[in-house]
């Protein structure tokens, strides 16, 4: 009965419901630029490298013409560019950074039309940027999430559930009457899920148990602990098409107990309220596919030199699709790692190999060695007290661990475990390193409700 239901539904809301919305009521070409990528994944690499290289050369036109701050630069700089030297061309153009964005606001936008709107960064590295964007950037940013939630094997229409943690995500995703009304068009529910206690867990269970969805999507740090809770009071999950996860780096030990919990695969989805939806892995599972559509990305060290493929570095961003405030090689605060290899799915998009997480994510030794923070994840998933943890640099020999713990009784149990542990970290950042641990009620979220799990104090300046 549940999947006959759900089946109507479905078919109403994708052949009636949705076109209708889009077309008369948003006037938006979301489902256009949508059926466009679909066969745009399809095309060689170099016939999407072709039109990349077309929409970088227009962009770059445009805003040297047109927006105060790049009319400057061109000037400083003495910059020329070309169609067919594009790619090397931007090389020219100075790193963006959200400093700058503050210092030069209002010398960075032009209003074409009056579909502009104000939106920010997440804050989850310090003071968020304001950016104005527009109804063409937005329209493309949902046709490539309806692409990618394709992938993960969910129609347009069908049900899926949206665990989130931004305030203004849940607001607009379904808040209110007009809440009500997006989700029964869309199939779309919103759960807040930014603190869940013991009694939010077993809600948002209950939920998925009734909604049945064919994708679960949300942050990456509520699905896990919404898998470490199933697990740990053996209780019974809905198995959906797929679960989906975004906001935080998704670790290896992680991906793993999100796939065994729901018993679906899992997709990693990249992105930023800045430059919209980055790129997601598709189901062959090799990496995370760019869209060459809607951005252009370099992989750059901290000379802001061009890194190897397999080589990590910081992720900058040009975006394609948002003329009114134009963003070229945006530094966006990432670090990640770029492949030089073609997904065996047959599709015609770039690679992404790894997101390894914001660059506050990186800790660095007293002799200026850069660490990945992921490496000391592993260290703490999955001892069988610990429910959350977080590992902050306080200073360079100097570790905080916070941890939250389901029987804070048993910590002094857990002393050689931390020996244990002490020992390995010490071992990577420095035999005099003095390791902390902290007992907490819980770990508080950002501001935008992303859970930061690992992160440095010392290295902010380098985001900029």
Same mark, same amino acid.
């Given at each position: ?44 690499? @170099? =016939? ?5 290289? /077309? #929409?970088?050369?227009? !962009?770059?036109?445009?805003?040297? *013409? $047109? ?15 070309? @169609? =067919? ?5 931007? /090389? #020219?153009?100075?790193? !963006?950074?959200?400093?700058?964005? *503050? $210092? ?361």
């Amino acid at each position: 009965m549940t999947f006959i239901k759900h089946t109507v539904g479905s078919i109403i809301r994708r052949k009636f419901l949705i076109p209708f919305y889009w077309k008369y009521i948003n006037r938006s070409k979301v489902l256009h630029y949508y059926g466009y990528l679909k066969k745009l994944q399809w095309n060689s690499m @170099e =016939e999407n490298r072709k039109l990349q290289k /077309k #929409k970088l050369f227009a !962009l770059i036109e445009y805003a040297s *013409r $047109n927006i105060p701050y790049y009319q400057q630069i061109v000037r400083d700089y003495d910059i020329r560019f070309d @169609e =067919e030297t594009i790619f090397e061309d931007l /090389k #020219k153009f100075p790193l !963006l950074t959200k400093d700058i964005i *503050r $210092n030069h606001f209002s010398d960075l936008y032009r209003f074409k039309d009056k579909t502009y709107y104000r939106n920010t960064s997440s804050g989850s590295t310090g003071e968020p940027a304001v950016f104005y964007q527009d109804k063409e950037y937005l329209d493309w940013a949902n046709a490539s999430k309806r692409l990618f939630n394709e992938w993960a094997g969910r129609k347009i229409g069908e049900p899926m559930l949206r665990l989130w943690g931004s305030p203004l995500g849940v607001i607009l995703g379904g808040h209110g009457f007009r809440g009500y009304i997006r989700k029964q068009i869309s199939g779309i529910t919103t759960i807040n899920s930014r603190k869940m206690n013991e009694r939010d867990m077993y809600n948002r269970l209950k939920c998925i148990n009734k909604i049945t969805p064919i994708l679960i999507y949300g942050y990456v740090n509520v699905i896990d602990a919404i898998s470490h809770f199933i697990k740990k009071n053996q209780l019974f999950v809905h198995s959906p098409k797929a679960v989906m996860t975004t906001a935080g780096v998704l670790y290896p030990e992680v991906k793993d107990r999100i796939k065994e919990i729901f018993n679906a695969p899992v997709f990693n989805r990249y992105g930023s309220r800045e430059v919209s939806i980055l790129a997601c892995n598709c189901e062959k599972d090799r990496g995370l596919h760019l869209l060459p559509n809607l951005h252009y990305l370099e992989i750059l060290n901290d000379e802001e030199r061009p890194v190897k493929f397999g080589m990590s570095g910081n992720i900058v961003v040009t975006l394609l699709t948002n003329y009114t405030m134009p963003l070229i090689r945006y530094k966006i605060g990432d670090r990640g790692v770029l492949s030089n290899n073609q997904c065996n799915c047959g599709r015609g998009f770039p690679l992404l190999e790894k997101v390894e997480g914001r660059v506050t994510d990186g800790f660095r030794n007293k002799f200026g060695d850069y660490i990945w923070g992921g490496i000391f994840f592993r260290f703490f998933c999955f001892h069988d007290n610990i429910k959350q943890f977080q590992i902050i640099q306080k200073d360079f020999d100097v570790i905080l661990v916070n941890l939250v713990l389901d029987d804070k009784n048993e910590f002094k149990n857990m002393h050689e475990f931390l020996l244990d542990t002490d020992k390995k970290i010490c071992k990577i950042m420095g035999h005099d390193t003095e390791v902390l641990h902290n007992v907490v009620d819980e770990i508080e979220p950002g501001p935008s409700g992303k859970l930061n799990l690992i992160f440095s104090e010392i290295d902010k300046r380098s985001i900029g």
